[in-house]
């Protein structure tokens, strides 16, 4: 029934009241998504031919989602159309988890809510790999699993052991992945700007 009238608004273009907010809310899990997989607009431009001023104005919610922006935008992000449109499960109470793979690391999504802090597990398979520190809006908390990690935050290079956490605000060039080669598990908390995780102790990290 929902995505019956889902590919009703489509073809016809008129709205109600509950598909307005879905509609809503496209944006916002848009530029989530993109930002968590740390890929830039021209990159996502060129993997789906569509410009970046249309995606601009996609994820300020300028621009309306049709069938034939969201079919290459969830071919690029590897995810179902459900999940860009946060389609409701039908009868099915198990959470479907869809990872997100990008070079040697998985990214599983613990939360489905558009906007807000955003969950995530993140698995690196291991192997060597050059710091590449980015910066992009947001704030960022991380937890150790398993494994070694390296951060790289600004000037400092340090080592997060399992049952260590790291917090830092992500517009500061910053890179992590395997401190020694081997697999690692993590867990990531990233919201907006301003919002922090809020701990009751934290560990002291070792400096490399």
Do not use: C
Not at 170 to 190: C, I, K, N
């Amino acid at each position: 029934m929902y995505r019956q009238r889902f590919l009703l608004l489509w073809q016809t273009g008129r709205v109600d009241g509950e598909l307005e907010g879905v509609l809503a809310a496209v944006g916002p899990r848009l530029r989530e998504l993109r930002r968590r997989r740390r890929t830039t607009l021209a990159d996502l431009s060129a993997a789906t031919g569509i410009s970046v001023s249309t995606l601009s104005r996609l994820e300020s919610g300028q621009r309306r989602p049709t069938l034939e922006l969201l079919l290459p935008l969830a071919r690029a992000h590897g995810v179902q159309i459900d999940e860009l449109v946060g389609a409701p499960q039908t009868g099915d109470p198990r959470v479907h988890l869809r990872p997100i793979r990008r070079n040697d690391m998985t990214m599983v999504p613990l939360t489905r809510r558009a906007g807000g802090v955003q969950a995530y597990k993140l698995i690196f398979a291991g192997g060597r790999s050059t710091p590449d520190p980015k910066t992009h809006e947001g704030y960022e908390w991380m937890y150790v699993l398993n494994g070694r990690v390296r951060v790289v935050l600004g000037d400092r290079d340090f080592v997060l052991e399992p049952g260590e956490a790291a917090e830092f605000d992500t517009r500061v060039p910053h890179w992590f992945g395997t401190a020694d080669g081997r697999p690692v598990e993590m867990l990531s908390l990233f919201g907006p700007q301003g919002e922090r995780a809020h701990l009751r102790a934290r560990s002291v990290t070792r400096e490399r």
